[in-house]
C-alpha cells in the first residue's frame, strides 16, 4: 500500500495581520467527519483554491473536497504583502529580470490574474481586494538606480512598458524623501490578501464545493483506485489528491533536500490618524517592491483593505525545519521599525501593530512542482517567491492535469527541469543564511 504520512503540519508565527484589520469571519467550517470527493486538495490558499476553482470549471458536477489546516488565509496566503506580479520577478537576480526571453512566462502569469479577475466577478469579492494599479520598484541609492534601468531595458527589450519616476515623483507616491527613483509597472494587481481568499473560499463554498477549515491532514494513503485522506476530523475518499501546501509537499516525503524553506518578515503599522495623514502626504493605495530584491518592501493601504496602514517587509531566514523562533520575530520588528523611520523620519513613533512571519519555498533552479507524482496524486507546489501569481497558476495546471487537460500552463510545468538538490545539512542552512545575510547587508539604504 502507498501511503505518505506529514512530518509536521503547518506553523505560524504572528499573527495574520491581513485578516486581523478585516471584520471578522464567520465560525470556521471544520471537515464533519468521514466524507466522500472524486477530488481532494490539500491546501487553502491560492493553489488549492484556484484548484478547485478550475475543477469546477471544468467539470461543474465533481464533488470537489479543499483541506486547510488552519483558517481561510491565516496562513501563507494571508501573509504575503499582496503583490501579484506579471513581470519577471526572480528573486535571486540582481534586478529581477532572470534570464533569457521571458514573454512565455509573462502571458502565464497574466493568465493567473485574469482567472484571480474571473473569481472576484463570480464570486462577488469587493474589488478593493483586487485592485489593478501596478507597482514601483524603488530606488534608494545610484547603485539601485542602475539596476532598475538594468530591469527597465530588458522590460523595453520584451516590450514590456514602463514608467521612470524621479525623486520628486517618488515622494508625491510615497509621501517619503527616501527614494531617489522609481520604475513603475502597470500590470501588477495589489491584493487585500486575506479579503481575496475569504471571499474566494466563501464563493466555492457558494457553488457547493467543501471548504474545510483547521482541518490539518496528517496522512493519505492508497485506497483501491482512489486515495484515503486523513485529518483529525474525519477522512475524505477521492479518486484523485491534489498537494495545493508548497513547501509542505516536502512534509509528505516528496523533493526532500530540494526545496528552500524561505521565511519573509513584515510589519504594520496601527491605523493612521488624520493629523499623520495629513503630515505623511503620498497617494492612499501603493506598492513599493525595492530595486534590490533583498531590499524593503513598502505598502501603504486606506480604510477599504482594513485601515490607513503602511506595511513594511523586509529580512530572511532559511529555515529548513519550517518553523521561525520568536527571537526571530522580535529581531525582524526592530528591523522593520528603523527601516520605517528611515523612509518616515518624522513619523518614527507610530506604532507597528502587527509582525509576522510568512513561509515560501523555493528551488535552486528556480522551478514550480505542478506535475503529476504518482498516478492520481498531483503537485501544485513551489512558488519560487510569487506566492500569488505562480501559486494560482500552479492551483490551475494541476486541475488540468487532473482533468487530463494538455494547456500551455501543462506544457510549462511539465517542460520545466525537476528541482536541483541543495548541498547536504549543515552546510545549506549555514551558507544560505549566511548568503541572505550578506545580500540584506549589500542592499543597505534599500
Known sequence: MTAFTARRTPVHKG?????????????????????????????????????????????????????????????????????????????????????????????????????????????????????????????????????????????????????????????????????????????????????????????????????WENSPVTAFSRSGSGWAVTTAKGTVSAGKVILANNGHLESFGFARDRLMHVFLYASMTVDLPPETLKQLGGQPRWGVTPSDPMGTTMRRIDTALGGNRIITRTCASFLPGMEPSDATLRRTATVHRQKFADRYPALRDVKQEYTWAGHLCLTRNAVSIARELEPGLYAATVCNGLGTARSTLTGIAAAELAMGQETDATRHFAAEAQPSKLPPKPFSTLGANIFLRFKEWRAGAE
Not at 115 to 142: C, H, L, M
Not at 146 to 162: K, M, Q, V
Not at 199 to 205: A, K, S, T
Open 15 to 211: 499573527p495574520a495581520a491581513w485578516s486581523a484589520i478585516l471584520p471578522g469571519q464567520p465560525a470556521p467550517v471544520s471537515l464533519p467527519g468521514n466524507q466522500t470527493a472524486d477530488v481532494a486538495i490539500i491546501g487553502g490558499g491560492f493553489a488549492g483554491l484556484s484548484a478547485a476553482r478550475r475543477l469546477r470549471q471544468l467539470d461543474p458536477t465533481l464533488k470537489v473536497a479543499v483541506l486547510e489546516a488552519s483558517r481561510l488565509a491565516e496562513g501563507a496566503s494571508g501573509r504575503n504583502s499582496g503583490f501579484m506580479i506579471d513581470l519577471p520577478h526572480e528573486l535571486t537576480s540582481d534586478d529581477y529580470a532572470g534570464h533569457g526571453d521571458d514573454r512565455g512566462m509573462i502571458a502565464l502569469n497574466r493568465q493567473a490574474i485574469a482567472f484571480a479577475k474571473g473569481a472576484v466577478q463570480d464570486y462577488g469579492i469587493a474589488p478593493a481586494y483586487f485592485d489593478p494599479i501596478g507597482k514601483v520598484n524603488g530606488a534608494a541609492s545610484a547603485t539601485a538606480d542602475a539596476l532598475n534601468r538594468s530591469y527597465a531595458d530588458h522590460l523595453t527589450s520584451l516590450g514590456e512598458p514602463n514608467e521612470r519616476l524621479d525623486a520628486q515623483g517618488m515622494a508625491d507616491l510615497t509621501g517619503s524623501r527616501h527614494y531617489v527613483s522609481g520604475l513603475y509597472t502597470p500590470g501588477t494587481v495589489m491584493l487585500q490578501p486575506a479579503g481575496f481568499i475569504r471571499g474566494f473560499g466563501e464563493g466555492l463554498r457558494a457553488v457547493g464545493t467543501g471548504v
